[in-house]
Each structure stands twice: as structure tokens, then as C-alpha cells.
T-cell receptor, first 113, second 114 residues
Framework: AQKVTQAQTEISVVEKEDVTLDCVYE???????LFWYKQPPSGELVFLIR??????QNEISGRYSWNFQKSTSSFNFTITASQVVDSAVYFC??????????FGTGTRLTVIP | KAGVTQTPRYLIKTRGQQVTLSCSPI?????VSWYQQTPGQGLQFLFE???????NKGNFPGRFSGRQFSNSRSEMNVSTLELGDSALYLC?????????????FGPGTRLTVL
């Protein structure tokens, strides 16, 4: 069975602080993809990153970075120097052989100015 | 390239009614998936259509159904609405579906059942 756990329900940080959102996944498949999506109040899911199970290299995109560790089944997301516009709900998701995505319960990030 | 569009964006229905939601995928995409998002259950997969055939289905009652047309546009239907069906319904399109292809999400349809 597939499962994604985002233990942090809500996080509040002061602007310019760094923040890490945790994601732990479970799957028996050897080939899978991991995702992070951002959901602003408008509701649309905004794609942030996709990483396949064979690529454990960390990735940095501007203020965003991702740390993928297969040994701990984790795919954590760090925002450096957070901004008010980063306030949103962030979802981690897992995709295996079938097309459907398994989502975590999301982490609501509030950045306080 | 236009993104995924969903209509209507907002909908209010009463218990017992039925509703049809529409999703137009990105041009050229043949796979359309539907997801339900509620505060209690989070984001859950409903079903996926590819080339007018349902290819994958989540764990939802038969009141939830869908279809896909030859132009890849998809509709989902919920019959005999219940209060618990109030949710944001998201549609995602993918070139061919499956693990190798990324899914792009639409803005969603927010359904309220009174």
C-alpha cells in the first residue's frame, strides 16, 4: 500500500526565516515519483517539483530546495528566507505504477510579516 | 498553451440532486484524472480516463461516475448528492497518463451541498 505522511499540520514562521516541511512516504514499488505541490487560497495545485526514485540528488531552485533520502523514505522541502507569498498549504505526493497520486494531508505554512 | 480548465468554478446544490462537472485537458493530453479534496479526507483520487475508457478507479461509491469524450474532455457526475460530497473537485491532465508523465491540475470546482 502507498502512504504519504506529513506530520506537520501547521507551521508559522516570521518572514526571512528558513522553514523545512517534512514528508515521509511508504511504498513497495521500486519505481516511483515524488512530488511537492503548493495550494494557495485560490485552490489550484501548483506544481513545484517531481523527483523519480532513482535520482537521489538534492535539488535547489531559487529559495526552494529538496532533500530526497531513500534510506529514510523522506522527501523534505526547505524554503530559505521565507516570504509572505509563500503562505499556502503544501502537499507532498507519491505516484507509483498506476496514474493516481497519493497525497499527504498537507502542511499549512503561514509566513508572518 | 492553455492550461486545464474546469467548469463551473462554483456550484451550490441541495441533497438528493445530481451534478455534472466538466474538465478540458491541455491540448494533446489524453489522460484525465479526478480528485476530491475535503477537510476531513484530504485529497483523494476518484478515477482516471484515457482514450474514453476508465483506466483506474479510487475507492468511491457508485454515485460518482465519469466519462471522457473523443476530444479528451471529461465530465464527472455525482448522483443523489449528500452533504459529505461538498468538496473541491480537481481535475488533472497528463499526456498519456502513467508514471512517466506529469499531471497538470486545473483550478477546481468547489461544490457545496446544502
Amino acid at each position: 500500500a502507498q502512504k504519504v505522511t506529513q506530520a506537520q499540520t501547521e507551521i508559522s514562521v516570521v518572514e526571512k526565516e528558513d522553514v523545512t516541511l517534512d514528508c515521509v512516504y511508504e511504498t513497495r514499488d521500486t519505481t516511483y515519483y515524488l512530488f511537492w505541490y503548493k495550494q494557495p487560497p485560490s485552490g489550484e495545485l501548483v506544481f513545484l517539483i517531481r523527483r523519480n526514485s532513482f535520482d537521489e540528488q538534492n535539488e535547489i531552485s531559487g529559495r526552494y530546495s529538496w532533500n530526497f533520502q531513500k534510506s529514510t523514505s523522506s522527501f523534505n522541502f526547505t524554503i530559505t528566507a521565507s516570504q509572505v507569498v509563500d503562505s499556502a498549504v503544501y502537499f507532498c505526493a507519491l505516484q507509483t505504477g498506476a496514474n493516481n497520486l497519493f497525497f499527504g494531508t498537507g502542511t499549512r505554512l503561514t509566513v508572518i510579516p | 498553451k492553455a492550461g486545464v480548465t474546469q467548469t463551473p468554478r462554483y456550484l451550490i446544490k441541495t441533497r438528493g440532486q445530481q451534478v455534472t462537472l466538466s474538465c478540458s485537458p491541455i491540448s494533446g493530453h489524453r489522460s484525465v484524472s479526478w480528485y476530491q479534496q475535503t477537510p476531513g479526507q484530504g485529497l483523494q483520487f476518484l478515477f482516471e480516463y484515457f482514450s474514453e475508457t476508465q483506466r483506474n478507479k479510487g475507492n468511491f461509491p457508485g454515485r460518482f461516475s465519469g466519462r471522457q469524450f473523443s476530444n479528451s474532455r471529461s465530465e464527472m457526475n455525482v448522483s443523489t448528492l449528500e452533504l459529505g460530497d461538498s468538496a473541491l473537485y480537481l481535475c488533472a491532465s497528463s499526456l498519456l497518463g502513467g508514471i512517466a508523465y506529469e499531471q497538470f491540475f486545473g483550478p477546481g470546482t468547489r461544490l457545496t451541498v446544502l
